[in-house]
């Protein structure tokens, strides 16, 4: 089946440890995103990306870094810069440019910093 | 700056019908998007307007008025399986910007 697989579903880090989070997509999608969900808060963009081997910031980008080498991965890596990286992480992919847009999710990865 | 404006928290019972807004600030505007989110799963797409009017699609409906900036998500013969969040978020270009999310609770 064609979709988004994030993993791990949970990761616990300790403080100052940098982390990986793995995206990946078999939807031939050519943009990709990462948001961030806090509890009582929305979505909140940190990186996306249109195309292969390029990326821009979202509305949170400090504390985290993307790369995007291949167009069906899109790793999001929460670094010991990042003040308080406890939060659940939503990846996402579309067609990119013309449609409606719309946004295929996977079911996320929660971070815990302990 | 750019922002999104829905109610937190609404509250309905079965069988009823409830309207959820969302008002828009951005800097960019293609389209406004709705999302439904259960806890744990991934959101889902329920529905996109590019132009000012209503969409139906099935017992969900989506309006927009960009001279107003604002647009809703009307979802009718309420069931329980609705009791999720649901986003609003809007297409400035190149990025999908998402409001905080209306939490709908239905009861029997």
């Known amino acids: 089946d064609g979709g988004i697989t994030q993993s791990p579903k949970y990761l616990f880090r300790k403080e100052g440890q940098n982390v990986t989070l793995s995206c990946e997509q078999n939807l031939n999608h050519d943009a990709m995103y990462w948001y961030r969900q806090d509890p009582g808060q929305g979505l909140r963009l940190i990186y996306y990306?249109?195309?292969?081997?390029?990326?821009q910031k979202g509305d949170i980008a400090e504390g985290y870094s993307v790369s995007r080498e291949k167009k069906e991965s899109f790793p999001l890596t929460v670094t010991s810069a990042q003040k308080n990286p406890t939060a659940f992480y939503l990846c996402?992919?579309?067609?990119?440019?013309?449609?409606?847009?719309?946004?295929?999710f996977g079911e996320g990865s929660r971070l815990t910093v302990l | 700056g750019q922002s999104l404006e829905q109610p937190s928290e609404v509250t309905a019972v079965e069988g009823a019908i409830v309207q959820i807004n969302c008002t828009y600030q951005t800097s960019g505007f293609y389209g406004l998007s709705w999302y439904q989110h259960h806890d744990g799963g991934a959101p889902t797409f329920l529905s996109y307007?590019?132009?000012?009017g209503l969409e139906e699609t099935g017992r969900f409906s989506s309006f927009l008025s960009r001279s107003d900036s604002y647009g809703y998500l009307l979802l009718q013969e309420l069931q329980m399986k609705d009791s999720a969040s649901y986003f609003c978020?809007?297409?400035?270009?190149?990025?999908?910007?998402f409001g905080a999310g209306t939490r709908l609770t239905v009861k029997p």
């Open positions: 307007n590019a132009l000012d």
């Open positions: 978020a809007v297409r400035g270009g190149n990025d999908m910007r």
């Open positions: 996402a992919s579309s067609i990119g440019r013309g449609g409606t847009g719309e946004l295929f």
């Open positions: 990306s249109q195309i292969v081997n390029d990326f």
